[in-house]
């Protein structure tokens, strides 16, 4: 008779090629036992699997996962060890809805299109916020990020009731991972208090912190040190490096020093360069520019000096401020072995799968802490070794200083790590963000209130009930419920027991009741229409709880942009300046598309349901036009006032903005604005021209007239800028063809949402773009 066991130890013994292999397997409350198990043919195993055998870790998943009795598993595994298979292998046992969760956009992108070949397309949806959902998804898997998901279960949506089994991606940021951690630790509570199976994945939880966090999930806990491509790990300061393949320690700035180390120790085919914050990797970019080598990045805050075209570019730098489009390429060019070098964010090390063969993590020592941290460095170490084509992946850290620091912490990581809970830090102040007990709790309750229908006119049984749901949670709180029920009926969240619209919208859009009154108290102080749109931005920021607005952004900017949108932001009311400068168009980079802080589109979406209910309710007296106005504004990054310009399908971000500048500068109004473009007036075409090309100076001096002139390359490049500024307006103009009225400009998709809200989910799916332009002319 086998033993009950609660955890299953994969060890490094074990071995696996293309052709099969064995898995060394221990299990720990079996007191040690040694098992070994033949690598499983898939064919056999009756798994429909894009690939011949199970490897180690697959294996003793099939061996010992029981469905009947193991509710919930929990399995730490290094990237690329398997754990894709493990989903299949789970789903597989449930007939019902399953479901999968991850924090970013970009994983869930990739997890889906992989779905989507194994599944079939028709049987896969996804929600990532990108796209507003008016009817539930009907397929049999669906992809969602954490917080689409939340959302949808606090809207009390039916389809997260038919879900059967969830797996977790990246669960460690249940630990490491800010707000995200808190939607994440909420779903679970929420799926564990009815029952559902869970799998939850992640490449680096310590031992000892996922035996704590099995016990909280009451999961079996599949723990795998075998790596399908050994990684060997050198931790050596950049001084010594230098001295032992130079002879002595480099002149020149960080960037010149690490790009010349990369080049000569680096033999592999794809090296990743981590950097710990955006500017060292811009810098690092431009030192390969200047040493000759191809960039592929088209948006950088330096003049290239080499231009190449991207399959003949060498290196890039994959952020999270580059456009996506840029982005995209990159990821198919490093994919495909074009680049050579990717110099890499952490933002990658937690996105999307792009492995490696070497990596040079570079690491500093910052007021007793290393940057980046002891976390996201495994993560980044998780990037390297392609199985198939390496023998070994190899990881280099390269501190710049505090070497004992960092070992001390990868020590401490091991062997005492902090087990605390995202929310419990951002409860603690131990990171930038902090949110109080009373906020958390009264999202948290409310949310519970609404997604399990608790019934509170019985109030005695509604509190026990929300203390069960909260004790599936591993966060405690010491704030009492009835203290918590009596804010959320101040705010009017809650009346005569029962939840009230107010209540229901900030439950689905996350926002807690104190944010929202902030927003209320900064809209009544300026309830002037004029006043309105000019501080919108101001007025709006509290709604948007979750999201950060950061000055680091402007890294990426020319110097000259850089050095006047710096002085724009305040530093009493700092994010509020930055996504006003975004919201007004000061952002605006002539042909270049904006930083990816500023993908916005999600919030715009929420941001128009929230502002459409509470107009609909009396709470504010918006126009839905002036709704839409708000919602395109921070969808675009356009001043509101002009913002509907981009209801034209030809005009977005750039284009608008060049529209918006032109206009300020002659003082048009918008309706003056859209019968110049209607009638093609061809003073307002030599307008915008004038209003480019100065843009385009004023980022880059060297391309004015007068200096250009003596430099032939320039005089080039100033022809090919009048070019395309030439292309543009012939396009501005065009999009405006056919379009009769500025009624006829709006976002067709906000528009549904606030149909949505009025009139459900049918209505708002099946209107035509001319009933859509009705409604929102009826108030």
């Not at 459409?612 to 126009?623: N, V």
Request: aromatic letters at 12%; charged letters at 30%.
């Amino acid at each position: 008779m086998q033993r009950d066991f609660r955890t299953v130890i994969i060890s490094e013994e074990s071995y696996f090629t293309l052709n099969g292999g064995f898995a060394v397997v221990y299990l720990k409350d079996g007191k040690g036992d040694r098992i070994i198990k033949d690598c499983i043919d898939v064919s056999r195993a009756g798994l429909k699997l894009p690939y011949r055998f199970l490897n180690p870790l697959q294996t003793a998943f099939f061996y010992y996962w029981v469905p009947e009795k193991d509710k919930s598993i929990l399995c730490v595994a290094p990237t690329s060890a398997g754990k894709t298979g493990l989903i299949y292998t789970f789903f597989s046992a449930f007939s019902g809805k399953k479901l999968y969760l991850a924090p970013t956009k970009a994983l869930c992108d990739e997890k889906f299109k992989e779905f989507s070949k194994i599944f079939g397309k028709e049987n896969v949806s996804i929600r990532t916020g990108d796209k507003f959902d008016f009817l539930p998804p009907d397929t049999e898997y669906i992809v969602s990020t954490y917080e689409s998901c939340l959302a949808s279960a606090r809207s009390g949506s039916s389809w997260f009731e038919e879900v059967q089994a969830i797996c977790i991606d990246e669960v460690h940021f249940l630990m490491f991972g800010g707000s995200r951690g808190i939607f994440l630790e909420e779903l679970i509570a929420h799926a564990r208090a009815r029952g559902k199976s869970i799998l939850a994945l992640s490449a680096t939880i310590p031992k000892s912190a996922a035996e704590e966090y099995s016990q909280w999930l009451s999961a079996k806990l599949f723990y795998s040190s075998w790596r399908p491509v050994p990684l060997e790990r050198k931790i050596k300061p950049l001084s010594e490096i230098e001295k032992e393949i130079f002879g002595t320690r480099l002149k020149g700035d960080v960037a010149e020093r690490i790009v010349n180390v990369a080049l000569k120790i680096c033999k592999s085919q794809k090296v990743l360069i981590f950097v710990y914050k955006k500017v060292l990797g811009w810098k690092i970019l431009e030192e390969f520019d200047r040493q000759g080598y191809g960039v592929i990045n088209e948006s950088v805050p330096f003049e290239k000096r080499t231009r190449v075209l991207p399959d003949k570019a060498v290196v890039g730098f994959h952020n999270a401020d580059i456009p996506y489009e840029e982005r995209v390429e990159m990821e198919r060019s490093f994919r495909e072995g074009n680049l050579r070098f990717l110099v890499a964010t952490q933002t990658m090390a937690y996105g999307v799968n792009l492995p490696a063969d070497e990596a040079l993590i570079i690491v500093r020592h910052h007021i007793s802490k290393t940057l980046p941290d002891t976390s996201t460095i495994l993560q980044m170490e998780g990037r390297v070794g392609r199985f198939g084509i390496s023998e070994k992946g190899i990881s280099r850290i390269i501190p710049l200083s505090g070497e004992n620091v960092l070992k001390r912490e990868l020590e401490k990581f091991f062997n005492s790590p902090d087990t605390r809970t995202s929310l419990e830090k951002l409860l603690e102040g131990d990171s930038e963000k902090r949110i109080s007990d009373v906020d958390a709790m009264t999202l948290l309750v409310l949310g519970i209130i609404v997604s399990n229908k608790i019934d509170l006119t019985k109030m005695d049984w509604a509190e026990e009930e929300i203390r069960r749901i909260l004790s599936f949670m591993k966060t405690s709180f010491s704030v009492e419920i009835s203290h918590i029920l009596s804010i959320l009926e101040e705010s009017g969240c809650i009346k005569g027991g029962k939840v009230t619209p107010l209540g229901r919208i900030l439950a689905s859009s996350l926002t807690p009741p104190s944010a929202y009154k902030e927003f209320l108290k900064r809209y009544k102080g300026l309830s002037d229409s004029t006043k309105l749109m000019s501080q919108i931005a101001y007025i709006i920021r509290p709604l948007l709880f979750f999201r950060d607005f950061q000055k680091n952004f402007v890294d990426m900017l020319p110097q000259r942009l850089r050095e006047e949108i710096e002085l724009e932001i305040s530093d009493i009311y700092e994010e509020e300046s930055i996504l006003n400068l975004w919201m007004t168009g000061r952002i605006w980079w002539y042909f270049r598309n904006p930083p990816a802080q500023f993908y916005l589109r999600p919030d715009a979406l929420q941001l128009v349901k929230f502002l459409s209910s509470l107009k609909f309710l009396g709470y504010i007296r918006l126009s839905l036009r002036d709704i839409m106005k708000v919602g395109m504004s921070l969808s675009f990054g356009v001043h509101p006032e002009f913002s509907p310009l981009c209801g034209s399908d030809k005009i977005g971000f750039s284009r608008a903005n060049a529209i918006y500048h032109t206009a300020s500068q002659m003082r048009l109004s918008f309706k003056s604005c859209f019968q110049m473009l209607k009638s093609k007036d061809s003073d307002f075409s030599q307008a915008i021209f004038r209003t480019m090309l100065k843009r385009a100076e004023f980022i880059d001096t060297s391309l004015r007239s007068e200096w250009a002139q003596y430099d032939p390359q320039k005089r080039e490049e100033r022809l090919k800028v009048i070019e395309r500024i030439n292309h543009e307006i012939n396009i501005i103009f065009s999009a405006f063809e056919g379009i009769e009225s500025e009624d006829d400009l709006f976002d067709e998709e906000l528009a549904r949402i606030i149909v949505f809200v009025k009139e459900g989910s049918i209505r708002a799916a099946e209107m035509s773009r001319d009933e859509l332009k009705k409604f929102l002319q009826e108030e």
